[in-house]
C-alpha cells in the first residue's frame, strides 16, 4: 500500500532530510587517507544526536551503525570499523536520520585522494543517472519510466546496474511501497505506479564496472560485487510535489 503524504508530512520529512544531507557533507570534509571508517560513523552519530534526531539505519534489523561505509567493490551495507582509507579508494557512505517519526535517507560516493579515470566517471556515472532520473519525475508519470532512464542512461555508460537491491517508498517507516528498481524488471515481475503527488521516494542507483552480479559477505550484511570490480551508490529522498517533484536530501 502506498501511503501519500500531506504537506505536514512532508514538511517533517524536509527537516530529516536536511539532517541527513549535512551529515553527508560533514562525512564528506572528513574523509582522508587513514581516517577509519568507525571514525566517520562515530561523527555522523553524534551530529545526527545533536540535531535531535536519531540515526534510522542503528539496530535496524539488527544493523550495528550510524551508516553505512561500503569501499570499492562493496556495493552497499559495509559495516563501519577500523579499516582505513586509501589513497585511491572511493567509498559510498549512506545517511538515515529520523526526526519527529519520519525518516531521511541518502547516499554519495566519495574519492579518497586522487582517484583513477574508471572510478571517476563511475561516481559522475553513477550521480548524473540519478539526476536525470528526477529531472523526470512529475504527476502522471509511470516510476518504470524513471527506471528506464537509470538504466539506458548507465549501460549506455559503459556500466551496469545492481539488480538484487533497489530503491524504495519511505516516510514513517524506512522502507515503504513501492519499490523503485533502477532497471526494467522482466514483464512478469513488473509492479508500475503512476506517480502522484504526495508520493516520496528515495530513488538509489547502485552502478557496477562491471558486471550487476553481486553477493553477500560472510558478515550477513555487505553487498560486494561478485567480480570484485567498483561500485558507486548515491541516493536522495524525493517527493512528488504538484508539478513536479522536490528533494528533500538537499542542503
Known amino acids: ?31 582522508r587517507v587513514d581516517v577509519t571508517t568507525a571514525e566517520l560513523d ?43 582509507l586509501r589513497e585511491g579508494d572511493i567509498i559510498s557512505i549512506d545517511v538515515g536520520a529520523i526526526y519527529e517519526n519520519y525518516v531521511g ?6 574519492p579518497v585522494g586522487k582517484i583513477s579515470p574508471v572510478a571517476e ?18 504527476p502522471e508519470k509511470r516510476l518504470l519510466e524513471i527506471s528506464r532512464i537509470i538504466q539506458d542512461y548507465v549501460e549506455k555508460s559503459g556500466f551496469s546496474v545492481v539488480r538484487q537491491y533497489v530503491g ?7 522502507h515503504e511501497d513501492p519499490q523503485v528498481p533502477n532497471f526494467v524488471p ?14 516520496v521516494l528515495a ?10 552480479d553481486v553477493e553477500v559477505t560472510d558478515n550477513k550484511w555487505t553487498v560486494v560485487t561478485k567480480d570484485g570490480k567498483l561500485s558507486a551508490h548515491f541516493e536522495n529522498t524525493i517527493a512528488v510535489t504538484e508539478n513536479g517533484c522536490e528533494i528533500l536530501t538537499r542542503l
Open 1 to 31: 500500500m502506498i501511503y501519500y503524504k500531506s504537506q505536514r508530512e512532508v514538511e517533517l520529512m524536509r527537516k530529516a532530510g536536511k539532517i541527513v544531507a549535512e551529515t553527508l557533507e560533514l562525512i564528506r570534509n572528513s574523509i
Open 42 to 84: 562515530r561523527l555522523a552519530n553524534e551530529y545526527i544526536l545533536s540535531r535531535n534526531a536519531e540515526p534510522a539505519f542503528l539496530g535496524y534489523r539488527g544493523f550495528p551503525a550510524s551508516i553505512c561505509a561500503s569501499i570499492n567493490e562493496e556495493v552497499v551495507h559495509g559495516i563501519p570499523g577500523p579499516r582505513k
Open 105 to 110: 535517507d541518502a547516499a554519495a560516493t566519495f
Open 121 to 138: 566517471k563511475l561516481i559522475y556515472v553513477t550521480r548524473t543517472a540519478l539526476e536525470t532520473a528526477v529531472k523526470n519525475i512529475r
Open 168 to 174: 524504495h517508498g519511505i516516510g514513517t517507516k524506512m
Open 186 to 199: 522482466p514483464v512478469n515481475e513488473r509492479k508500475d505506479v503512476v506517480l502522484k503527488r504526495g508520493i
Open 203 to 212: 530513488i538509489e542507483p547502485m552502478v557496477n564496472e562491471g558486471a550487476y
